[in-house]
């Protein structure tokens, strides 16, 4: 029983040291942009990445459970250009200028080629760099977001007017209806807190630009692409066919019970999708 109970006490620490070593690769950095700095964490290095975008007033803290994961690749999780620790100068939050701000942290950590995984609002962030940059682009992964408008502008102005009369008031509201079904209480406060951290004017300014019809063109995504979803009405009955009439190369999984922030929620099970993707189509070294 000693013996046990020692190997146990070992293992443990092991576990422990091993964790902590992890932790202790992610580095955080900053790219200059223009006349702004974009924060980034960096774990590992190589010219190919997988590259995790934040969505809506979030941060790059919300791919904490994937900057752990998949062993050596090259990971980067970005804070977009006016949110976490990136400047937040007055300016128009569009999708190319989010994505402009991307390239400059590939610039600054050498990646010539990466897969983008954009959450909500990064979705069309990680398209719109597609269209920018094709040729650093490896591939796709569309976590619960949203490749056309799924809101009339009219309906869209009217979600949007009682943010701009009083933003500090509407927006609590608005971010609990976007955790939804969350049911970790320690996770949801986590995530609310962060949000309601992004200043108004980056808010407000980035969601009219995920607003741009421009945006949302039917122009073909010639790289793989891997849609994960949460199931739910907010989702059209022919989402996969939409999806798969853009992306040629789309593998596509919407998954029951979980919330908008299914890669925090599942961390685990969405990391094995990501990397089954990364197998089958042989990118990123795999």
């Known amino acids: 029983m000693l013996v046990v109970k020692r190997l146990f006490f070992l293992a ?3 576990l422990l040291f091993t964790v902590t070593v992890a932790a202790a690769e992610i580095e955080s950095r900053f790219a200059k942009f223009g006349d702004i700095k974009i924060h980034y964490q960096n774990r590992g290095k190589g010219d190919r990445a997988l590259v995790f975008v934040h969505g809506w007033s979030g941060n790059s803290d919300f791919w904490r459970p994937q900057m752990n994961d998949f062993g050596s690749l090259h990971l980067i999780a970005v804070d977009l250009a006016g949110h976490g620790m990136s400047d937040k100068p007055q300016v128009a939050y569009t999708m190319e200028y989010l994505a ?5 942290v590939l610039i600054d950590a050498k990646v010539k080629r990466a897969v983008l995984v ?3 609002m ?6 719109q760099f597609y269209r920018l940059f094709p040729k650093k682009t490896a591939g796709l992964v569309i976590v619960d977001g949203a490749l056309r408008m799924i809101f009339p502008k009219e309906q869209m102005d009217q979600f949007m007017a009682p943010l701009k009369a009083d933003y500090k008031a509407a927006v609590p509201g608005v971010i609990d209806g976007i955790l939804g079904p969350l049911k970790d209480e320690k996770l949801r406060s986590e995530i609310k807190t962060a949000m309601l951290s992004t200043p108004d004017y980056v808010a407000l300014s980035a969601m009219e630009g995920m607003a741009d019809p421009t945006l949302y063109k039917n122009d073909t995504i010639k790289v793989p692409v891997l849609a994960v979803l949460a199931k739910s009405p907010f989702w059209p009955p022919d989402t996969e066919t939409f999806l798969r009439s853009l992306a040629p190369n789309l593998q596509y999984v919407e998954w029951d019970g979980v919330s908008h922030f299914l890669m925090m929620e599942k961390a685990q099970e969405f990391d094995q999708t990501v990397e089954g993707f990364l197998v089958k189509n042989k990118i990123l070294g795999k």
């Open 122 to 127: 990064g979705t069309p962030v990680v398209r």
């Open 100 to 104: 402009r701000s991307i390239e400059a």
């Open 12 to 14: 443990s620490c092991f």
């Open 118 to 120: 954009g959450h909500s």
